[in-house]
């Protein structure tokens, strides 16, 4: 695990945190809560081994025998708590992992930290045992709360808690990390970082597959010719979506995000912010061929589908009136 320095565009959190370390005002519980992708847990894990380091800095050593436990996962004194059910995290969950065991005092560490990943998960009675453990919490305990949602916390709960907010990154961050850390074509890393819509997390994710690529380039060579599709067309390319429906999520973001470069492109006639630019000339097809009022329905179509899905209708049907749509305006 590496140090507060490779935490990328959250530097108001990472200034509190090395703050309260360096004047010695650590709290004894946090929420850190944001969407999944936006650093939660690394940024915990960071904050654990800080705390943890026989170096005692504003940074973890990464050299101390504490820090080569917490990076390899096996300091006694960091304790991850763990869940079996995926939809939820039971009492006896969390009353054998924390708060049976918060009164056994540190095994090698300065404090006994717990991380909670999913903490919007616990059951409303594991809440209230976890509450009544925070209302009398040793001098040593720590225990860092992640959930992509705190409003689901008891508010009794949010009240004992500093909350730390993971933002989410600009695009132009995203797009240099993407680059620099992890070599990253350019073109790669603007098309991985407009689609992650400010998720670090998430662009970490696509821009480590060639098949998410694969997918943007397949959606590419669709739409540049989706003006003048037959209906044969239109039905195979339902079929191959049928067959991807693992993956619809992305194809309806990268039909967003390539339709908002068409109508850039008719406003502005701009090209540098362009996340197709290798579509150009598809794209100026297109925003000539189409009006305003024509694309505006486009990307309210694709948005329509989106909650047409979550509602579980039938798939097929849907993509087919989404083609025709993209295909009539």
């Known amino acids: 695990m590496p140090g507060f320095d490779s935490v990328i565009g959250l530097e108001d959190v990472v200034n509190y945190l090395q703050k309260v370390i360096r004047t010695d005002k650590v709290a004894q519980t946090y929420i850190f809560y ?68 918060v009164w056994i005092r540190p095994e090698c560490g300065k404090s006994k930290i717990y991380i909670l990943p999913e903490a919007e998960k616990m059951t409303i009675q594991a809440q209230n045992a976890l509450l009544k453990t925070l209302e009398d919490l040793p001098s040593y305990a720590k225990i860092f709360l992640l959930t992509d949602n705190a409003d689901q916390l008891l508010p009794t709960i949010r009240s004992r808690c500093v909350h730390l907010q993971m933002r989410l990154v600009s695009e132009q961050q995203i797009r240099d990390y993407l680059v620099d850390s992890c070599d990253v074509p350019d073109y790669y890393a603007e098309l991985d970082a407009a689609y992650a819509q400010g998720n670090v997390g998430k662009a970490k994710e696509v821009s480590s597959t ?120």
């Open 34 to 101: 944001g969407e999944a992708g936006t650093g939660k847990k690394l940024l915990a894990g960071i904050f654990a081994m800080t705390l943890q380091c026989e170096k005692g800095g504003i940074e973890p050593c990464l050299e101390c025998p504490s820090c080569r436990k917490a990076e390899t996962g096996n300091h006694p004194d960091i304790i991850t708590v763990t869940h079996e059910k995926p939809g939820s995290i039971g009492i006896d969950e969390i009353r054998k992992q924390l708060v049976g065991d």
């Open 210 to 329: 060639g098949e998410f690529h694969s997918r943007v380039e397949h959606t590419a060579r669709i739409l540049s010719r989706s003006s003048h599709m037959s209906m044969s067309q239109v039905m195979e390319f339902v079929k191959f979506l049928n067959d991807e429906k693992a993956y619809v999520d992305e194809y309806l973001e990268l039909f967003t995000l390539w339709f908002r470069d068409v109508l850039l492109f008719k406003a502005t006639a701009e090209v540098d912010k362009l996340v197709f630019r290798r579509q150009l000339n598809d794209i100026k097809m297109r925003a000539s061929q189409s009006s305003y009022e024509g694309l505006e329905e486009i990307l309210d179509a694709i948005e329509k589908v989106r909650s047409r899905l979550n509602a579980n209708v039938n798939f097929e049907l849907t993509m087919e009136l989404l083609l025709l749509t993209i295909r009539e305006n």
